[in-house]
């Protein structure tokens, strides 16, 4: 039995409750008011034992730009990051499948930790719930680009996904979810045929030496593998390119990325890197990063630049780390 409302559908809910001995017409019924109560479509009170459904301590952090960080405290005490992330025609919130992440992303804070473990999908959804009631609604874009590597969490995953797209619930159309990876390729085709989710591939360099460099998960998955997986999506990918100063940002990276991308359904983000773990890392000058972007474009790439939310809190991408930090940043160690 799943103690969390936040870890359950509909169904799952009504299932429990007909193994209990319930009728299944009214194991429906109350089914269904439990997950809408919970999601916030019912305002009358309503008794939800035996489930919980009080949610983790959650610190907002709040940036200029109206970014907002979550340091969010689970029940034993490990700390996750969520981002409330404001543009000026959409709000996505940011989750975190892993507390911590084995893959060791260089210039990602999570990859840091190494892995504590896994979330598990109320713990994910959770933090979802967390910044609808901060907002006082229900945001219509998810992105799993939090603290860890969702593919190695992938039937947790898969499970907070059924609980967010919820029609009865908190409804986030799976279309407007996406999940991103460093690469782990089986996983990517398990993906592509249990859920209707966007895929976003963290690339990053195509030069082998380059890429190991960056990302250690290459030494597993060849590059070679990587795009025959990219090829096999039903939808377009994200290919994700954090731009680094010296490393990844030359005229000849973007014609190399300009050549990886013919004939395969992809979009491209380009992501001027964040102030992270290594110093020595740093972002290429922002005409620099448009100088790449228009290469690409003129090479009929459809391409993105992502300009950074949320950097004053510590809740741009790479900067997650698990710890509790106020908007002066001053950090406080997890428990």
């Given at each position: 039995m799943i103690h969390h409302l936040a870890g359950h559908t509909r169904d799952t809910l009504a299932a429990e409750r007909v193994r209990s001995g319930k009728k299944p017409g009214a194991a429906k019924e109350r089914?269904?008011?439990?997950?809408?109560?919970?999601?916030?479509?019912?305002?009358?009170?309503?008794?939800?034992?035996?489930?919980?459904?009080?949610?983790?301590?959650?610190?907002?952090?709040?940036?200029?730009?109206?970014?907002?960080?979550?340091a969010v405290r689970l029940d034993d005490g490990a700390v996750v990051e969520?981002?409330?992330?404001r543009q000026p025609s959409r709000l996505t919130v940011c989750l975190s499948s892993q507390v911590g992440c084995a893959r060791g992303c260089v210039f990602c804070e999570?990859?840091?930790?190494?892995?504590?473990?896994?979330?598990?999908?109320?713990?994910?959804?959770?933090?979802?719930?967390i910044a609808?009631?901060?907002?006082?609604?229900?945001?219509?874009?998810?992105?799993?680009?939090?603290?860890?590597e969702p593919l190695d969490n992938l039937e947790e995953v898969l499970r907070a996904i059924s609980v967010l797209a919820e029609p009865a619930g908190f409804a986030v159309p799976e279309r407007r979810i996406t999940?991103?990876?460093?690469?782990?390729?089986?996983k990517m085709d398990e993906l592509y045929r249990r859920s209707r989710v966007n895929v976003a591939l963290s690339l990053h360099a195509l030069d082998a030496r380059t890429?190991?460099?960056?990302?250690?998960?290459?030494?597993?998955?060849?590059?070679?593998?990587?795009?025959?997986?990219v090829a096999r999506s039903p939808r377009t990918v994200l290919l994700q390119w954090t731009l680094i100063e010296g490393t990844n940002d030359s005229d000849a990276d973007a014609e190399a990325l300009a050549g990886f991308t013919g004939g395969l359904d992809?979009?491209?983000?380009?992501?001027?890197?964040?102030?992270?773990?290594?110093?020595?890392?740093?972002?290429?000058?922002?005409?620099?990063?448009?100088?790449?972007?228009?290469?690409?474009?003129?090479?009929?790439?459809?391409?993105?630049?992502?300009?950074?939310?949320?950097?004053?809190?510590?809740g741009a991408c790479g900067q997650l780390s698990g710890r509790l930090r106020t908007d002066a940043g001053e950090v406080t160690a997890p428990r």
């Open positions: 089914a269904h008011a439990l997950v809408s109560w919970f999601a916030g479509r019912r305002s009358e009170a309503l008794d939800p034992s035996p489930y919980e459904t009080a949610l983790p301590e959650a610190v907002p952090a709040i940036d200029a730009d109206g970014t907002v960080r979550f969520t981002v409330l992330i999570t990859g840091r930790l190494g892995l504590v473990r896994n979330l598990e999908a109320w713990e994910i959804v959770a933090q979802y719930a609808a009631r901060h907002l006082g609604l229900r945001p219509r874009n998810v992105v799993f680009m939090g603290m860890g999940v991103s990876t460093v690469g782990i390729v089986p890429r190991l460099s960056l990302l250690p998960v290459a030494r597993r998955y060849p590059l070679e593998d990587v795009r025959d997986a992809v979009r491209v983000n380009l992501i001027p890197l964040n102030p992270g773990p290594d110093p020595a890392l740093r972002a290429p000058p922002l005409e620099r990063c448009r100088t790449f972007q228009k290469r690409l474009a003129d090479r009929g790439v459809r391409t993105m630049l992502r300009l950074p939310h949320g950097c004053s809190v510590g």
